[in-house]
């Protein structure tokens, strides 16, 4: 791969982040227009209750390998 | 620009039956005491215009929160609010319903064009919007100076007045989504997630490090008791195996036993299992020898007969002891037929004593009687005769009481006397022979289980045992046959079980090497757990709620530089403006020039505000409430003046501006005021009678007052117009 792939790649990166970010800006902004700051706090909250619950079903597996 | 002319409520907070407000005049002024519907009338403009959006904590109003809009106190029946604004091209009705309370409230929007056409629901609210191009906020900032905006920047506390400077400036949305997100508390999750994998980490690297020390323990001990360190390997355990099991297939034909099947490990998984099965095999083997049946049988006789020896001992001990106690007894007391003849002799004793006791009595009786006759019946005459015969007997009465106190009184006291010792006798003998019968019966017992003892003993012995047999000396004979039996079957069978013990040394063995290996082979999972799916797959999930936090955090900033921005804008812009009125309006004399800059709380994100006097030190600590309801007014009518050009609105509504201000500075606030009314007309709430003179007086353009002259449940504000 040369630098102008590379280059590209980091960039499509970035543009997938925008995205990504713009959908969270999104989802932070309807649950503001709906529920107020406490929908932003409950949304939030559960977005990453869902990475937490995953982590923790991943590290009971890797403790049971200790 | 839109002019307000009218206003009509009906059930709106304060406001029960309906009354209509003109405001017709450059100058409106509503005066009345507090809680008398002033700023429920200004509040119903703002909230026809706004609907939901001036409601709730996204206000940024404390008060708002819960904020009710249907009177509490009227039971059904709509709230209606209409305002009428005359605008260029002619006048717009703009008409907000709303029906019932809570989630069964349902709302309706009307806007009346000024050729007649009428628009409903999201057309009125787009027309509203079409017009004015203002949002709540916009409106809340330039137009609708409220009563809470002042209250609240009157603190001290920097937190309380830099939300209350936000909403000044029309930033409230920007600070609740900001709170909104600190709220979350995400980072208090991820925070979390990395505590518990670092927390895994220490584990897996302790637990490695356990492994390998208790590895390297079990093998110096292991080479210690013989095991030579290279045979410490899944192979060498292996060939051990088929070592073991020839050992235990010969030791179980030297044991009578030739079918002993045993399955021989095909891998290192497989050594475990066999250790166990080799060694419950041993066991049963051991067990199940003719020799080891044989042995166990002599035990369990052994055993048989020591407790009948002591079972004997007990028994004739027992035997003996009612037999003494019952030979003392009769030596002492006599037998049984003893016994009963005394008592016999006794109860016959009793028999003649009872006879005589009887015929003393019968004369004893004919004596009482007479004496009883004399005493009670006869004269004193006829006394001195026999009152059978007629005889003379002058001393009769005494004779016969003389014969029954000498004579037969005493008589019969003394036989009593010997018929009572004659009872307490039979009665002692009675029991003695009680006892006599106790001490048989306990010797017939004794006898009894004795012979029981003896007869056990010959079925242990196999033998009869009569009466010329000592049973203790042929139970303690045989015990001694079997004890000497047993000393020389046990050195014959440990010879034999040298075998098994060297069978189990090698199992030990095998066991420790299998435990050494355990242990290497798990140290040797956990040093690889780093390279697993699971780990891999819990990096990249790290990765994500890394990510997401970066995202969310890159979010709160933009809302933050955002809303700094916004301040900027707006502080430069009104700059000038704020200076110049708060110098006007507050007049202090060490103050001569103000200005407020934002820079970012630190630790929120948020705006924060610093306010500086012309000569750049921060003025907060001399400043009174005074100062900061001007600083706030400034702000406001700053505001109002940078976007006088843009505004849709032609009129301010100020709402009680003169809270915290002294005369003077009303005085200034009304000079203010009348440059004001220059750009825009005023609508204006205030309980100040003071401030309300100095607008009368001073204001030069037409006024109009509404005087709230009181309120009730029933009928809401009593409101009188006073051109």
């Not at chain 2, 003695?432 to 003993?457: F, H, M, N, P």
Request: charged fraction near 30%.
């Amino acid at each position: 791969m040369g630098y102008n792939e590379k280059v590209l790649d980091k960039i499509a990166i970035m543009e997938q982040r925008a995205k990504e970010r713009k959908a969270l800006w999104h989802t932070i902004s309807d649950s503001f227009g709906k529920e107020g700051a406490e929908g932003i706090a409950n949304e939030l909250a559960v977005e990453m209750d869902e990475f937490r619950e995953k982590f923790d079903v991943l590290l009971a597996k890797l403790n049971d390998m200790l | 620009m839109f002019h307000l002319t009218r206003v009509r409520i009906r059930n709106f907070r304060g406001f029960t039956d309906e009354q209509e407000l003109k405001f017709d005049q450059p100058v409106v002024l509503l005066f009345g005491g507090n809680h008398h519907g002033k700023s429920s009338t200004l509040n119903a403009v703002e909230w026809c215009l706004f609907g939901e959006n001036c409601v709730g904590r996204k206000t940024g109003i404390r008060e708002r929160i819960g904020w009710e809009i249907p009177n509490r106190y009227v039971s059904g029946g709509s709230v209606v609010v209409e305002v009428e604004f005359k605008g260029p091209s002619g006048n717009y009705i703009i008409t907000r319903e709303l029906r019932g309370t809570g989630r069964r409230a349902s709302g309706n929007i009307t806007v009346q064009l000024p050729d007649g056409t009428k628009l409903q629901g999201e057309d009125a609210e787009r027309q509203i919007y079409t017009l004015y191009h203002s949002s709540f906020q916009d409106f809340m900032t330039t137009v609708y100076q409220h009563q809470e905006a002042i209250r609240a920047t009157l603190t001290q506390e920097p937190r309380d007045r830099n939300d209350a400077i936000d909403r000044l400036l029309g930033l409230s949305e920007y600070r609740e989504l900001v709170r909104g997100i600190i709220d979350a508390k995400i980072e208090n999750i991820y925070k979390a997630m990395g505590s518990d994998f670092e927390g895994f980490r220490q584990l897996a690297q302790q637990s490695i490090y356990i492994y390998d020390k208790e590895a390297k323990e079990k093998k110096e001990k292991a080479i210690a008791e013989g095991v030579e360190e290279e045979t410490i390997t899944e192979q060498e355990a292996l060939h051990r195996t088929k070592d073991i099991g020839e050992a235990v297939i010969s030791f179980a034909q030297d044991l009578g036993v030739s079918d002993l099947q045993i399955t021989m490990p095909q891998s290192f998984g497989e050594v475990a299992p066999f250790r166990e099965d080799v060694k419950s095999k041993i066991d049963y083997v051991w067990l199940s020898s003719p020799d080891m049946v044989k042995q166990t049988a002599l035990e369990r006789k052994q055993r048989e007969l020591g407790s009948l020896i002591g079972e004997y001992q007990d028994a004739k001990t027992a035997e003996a002891g009612a037999q003494t106690g019952r030979d003392e007894f009769v030596q002492l007391h006599g037998d049984e037929a003893t016994l009963v003849k005394t008592a016999k002799a006794q109860q016959e004793n009793i028999t003649e004593v009872e006879d005589q006791i009887r015929k003393s009595n019968a004369k004893a009786n004919l004596v009482r009687e007479a004496v009883q006759y004399l005493e009670e019946v006869v004269s004193d005459i006829d006394r001195r005769r026999c009152p059978l015969c007629g005889a003379d007997a002058p001393q009769l009465l005494n004779q016969l009481k003389n014969e029954w106190e000498e004579k037969i009184k005493v008589e019969i006291s003394d036989l009593e006397l010997q018929r009572n010792e004659h009872q307490t006798k039979l009665r002692h003998f009675d029991t003695l022979k009680g006892q006599l019968e106790d001490l048989e019966g306990k010797l017939a017992k004794a006898r009894s289980s004795l012979e029981e003892c003896i007869k056990k003993v010959a079925a242990a012995l196999q033998r009869e045992i009569g009466k010329h047999d000592d049973p203790l000396a042929l139970l303690n004979t045989q015990l001694q046959k079997i004890t000497s039996e047993l000393e020389s079957r046990k050195k014959a069978l440990e010879k034999k079980g040298e075998k098994r013990i060297a069978i189990f040394d090698q199992l030990a063995k095998l066991r420790t090497i299998d435990e050494i290996l355990s242990l290497e082979r798990k140290r040797a999972i956990v040093e690889r757990i780093w390279d697993t799916r699971e780990f891999r797959e819990l990096d990249k999930l790290r990765d994500k709620a890394s990510q997401f936090m970066e995202d969310v955090e890159a979010i709160k900033s933009s809302l933050a530089a955002a809303a700094r921005e916004e301040a900027e804008t707006k502080i430069i812009a009104a700059g000038t403006s704020l200076d110049k009125y708060f110098c006007r309006i507050a007049n202090h004399p060490t103050i001569r020039g103000l200005a407020l800059e934002v820079i970012e709380d630190p630790r929120t994100g948020l705006n924060s505000y610093n306010i500086k006097s012309n000569d750049g030190l921060d003025p907060t600590p001399i400043l009174s409430q005074g100062d900061l309801n001007c600083l706030a007014l400034s702000l406001f009518f700053g505001l109002a003046e940078v976007t006088a050009g843009t505004q849709p609105f032609a009129f301010l509504m100020l709402d009680d501006p003169t809270q915290s201000l002294w005369s003077e500075m009303k005085g200034q606030l009304v000079s203010v005021l009348e440059e004001i009314t220059e750009r825009y007309e005023l609508v204006i709430s205030t309980p100040d009678a003071e401030f309300k003179n100095l607008l009368m007086t001073n204001i030069t353009k037409n006024k109009d007052v509404y005087d709230f002259l009181g309120w009730t449940k029933n009928n809401g504000p009593q409101i009188a117009r006073n051109a």
